[in-house]
């Protein structure tokens, strides 16, 4: 059985500064794990995926993540906050054809 | 490229009554998954179709079935409409089954049942 835990419905940062979404999963398998950007009234866009090759993956604009396994994590950051990063972010795990989804943590960037 | 769309944008219904949404995955996909996104939470997976067969399913009831076409689009039909049903759904395509394989979403469409 495979779940995700994101901690934290809402995070609240100021425009440059540090952004930390926090993911926590759970899987029986080899995990892949995956962190998606939702802006209002559209679909979900993937930012980054882990697939069992680099532990530090980076994405599309200027997001990253770590898998630690020993932690079950799989935390989002970016160093400086832009007023466009303002969205709700999804953590997501897979472990084979079925993909499971945390609540979501939506990101307030203040100016 | 066109990517992934789906149709209607929006729909209204009355309780008891059936909906159809239709997708279309991104050019080269043959992968579809749906999910529904209720409001203020994450996309719950519904199934997913593959070869035109269902390959796995969620937590969801036989009210909502599918159907997935040799052009590789795809349809979700829920039946016996209930007030909860009401969300956002979501299509996504991917060129194969694995789980390691990019999702690629649909803007979705918005289900209102009253």
């Known amino acids: 059985a495979q779940s995700v835990t994101q901690l934290g419905s809402h995070v609240s940062v100021s425009e440059g500064a540090l952004v930390l979404l926090r993911c926590n999963y759970s899987?029986?398998?080899?995990?892949?794990l995956f962190w998606y950007v939702q802006y209002p009234n559209q679909g979900l866009q993937l930012l980054l995926k882990y697939t069992s090759a680099a532990t530090l993956v980076k994405g599309i604009n200027g997001f990253e993540a770590e898998f630690k396994k020993s932690e079950t994590s799989f935390h989002l950051t970016k160093p400086s906050a832009h007023m466009s990063d303002a969205a709700e972010y999804f953590c997501a795990v897979s472990g084979g054809f079925k993909t499971i989804f945390g609540a979501g943590t939506r990101l307030f960037v203040k100016a | 490229d066109a990517g992934v769309t789906q149709s209607p944008t929006h729909l209204i219904k009355t309780r008891g009554q059936q909906v159809t949404l239709r997708c279309s995955p991104k050019?080269?996909?043959?992968?579809v998954s749906w999910y529904q996104q209720a409001l203020g939470q994450g996309p719950q997976f519904i199934f997913q179709y593959y070869e035109e067969e269902e390959r796995q399913r969620g937590n969801f009831p036989d009210r909502f079935s599918g159907h997935q076409f040799p052009n590789y689009s795809s349809e979700l039909n829920v039946n016996a409409l209930l007030l909860g049903d009401s969300a956002l759904y979501l299509c996504?395509?991917?060129?194969?089954?694995?789980?390691?394989?990019?999702?690629?979403f649909g803007p979705g469409t918005r289900l209102l049942v009253l």
């Open positions: 050019s080269g996909h043959d992968t």
């Open positions: 899987s029986s398998v080899p995990p892949y």
């Open positions: 996504a395509s991917s060129p194969e089954a694995g789980g390691a394989e990019t999702q690629y």
